[in-house]
Each structure stands twice: as structure tokens, then as C-alpha cells.
């Protein structure tokens, strides 16, 4: 396997890009893909048995299991993180170990359906607040100690409607290659 190859399995939608403009409409659709996320993931793994869920979607990449348990840790951290760009004045977060988390018995052998349950609430909550976000709301940020950057609410809408977007593609690449 090429490293060409490898990079297309990692990021089969391409890295993230910031837009140049935030547009009103750019930030409807962003949240509109982050609603729909736990739908469109249960879409495709609806069938997935055992087998199925601990294949990893790369070589030595995450099992599809690790992948469905990472995006709503993430997501987790992602709503965290809104809420004090909300209450607090450009406020620190603390950041975490997503490789580290992986391995972790939740992670590697839990079943899913709770993790799914838990999407479909959290993007619910997720998408109503940033529904509400004021122009001067989307303006907040927090800054992210590893990068030492301000990241503005603004930003985190298009990240994470690419997050989500990203690690469905992992799936859906994963049941083309293998048939499935």
C-alpha cells in the first residue's frame, strides 16, 4: 500500500478546510449535517454484526466500533467546549487523548446502541443550541492549549460537521471495499 493510499483511507473526504466566508447559509447546512449525523450513521451500520464492527476501517486504523465510540466522545467534548465559549470569556479547554480513549474498555467491546442513543441526543442538543447561536454568539472561541489557537463557535460548526461527515466515509469506504 502506497502512502497515496494511505491517506486516501485515512481522509477519504479530504482534510478540512476553513471556508474563507461563513456565510449564514454555510452555517445552515453545517448544522444540518451535524443533526443528521446519528441518522445517517445508524443508515449505514443498521445491519453491522460483531465481525463486522471490529474491522478496522484501515490498517492498523480504528475498528468501525472504535470509530462509532470516538465520534460521540468527540462530539461530547465538542458541546463541553461550546457551552463555555458561551459562559466563560475565551475560556482554556483542557484537551484529551483520543488515540488513549480508543483503548479504553468502552471503547474496544461495548456494544454500540448505547453510543447510538447517545449520538441521537447529543446532536439533537448540539444542532438546537447552534440554531440559536447570535452573529455575536458564533464570534466566541475558546482556545485550544495543544495549538495554543482561539477557535471561534463559528469554526467549530464547520469542524464538526466534517468530523462527522469524515468518520461516516471511514464507514461507508470500508462496506465498499468489502462488499459489505
Partial sequence: MTESDLE????????????????????LDKIEQIASFP?????EIVDFSDEKLDTPYRPEGWTVRQVIHHCAES????????????????????????????????????PIAPTLSL???LHFRLAYIMKNLS???????????????????????????????????????LKKRKNW
Wanted: net charge neutral.
Fill in 75 to 110: 462530539h461530547m467534548n465538542c458541546y463541553i467546549r461550546l457551552k463555555w465559549a458561551l459562559t466563560e470569556n475565551n475560556p482554556i479547554i483542557k484537551p484529551y487523548d483520543e488515540k488513549r480513549w480508543s483503548e479504553l474498555p468502552d471503547s474496544l467491546n461495548m
Fill in 39 to 43: 441518522e445517517r450513521l445508524k443508515k
Fill in 8 to 27: 486516501k483511507l485515512k481522509y477519504p473526504i479530504g482534510k478540512f478546510h476553513t471556508p474563507e466566508e461563513y456565510t449564514s447559509e454555510f452555517i
Fill in 135 to 173: 452573529e455575536a454568539d458564533l464570534e466566541k472561541s475558546f482556545v485550544h492549549p495543544e495549538s495554543n489557537s482561539e477557535i471561534r463557535l463559528k469554526q467549530i460548526i464547520g469542524l464538526y460537521a466534517w468530523h462527522g461527515n469524515h468518520h461516516l466515509a471511514h464507514i461507508t469506504s
Fill in 119 to 121: 449520538l441521537e441526543g
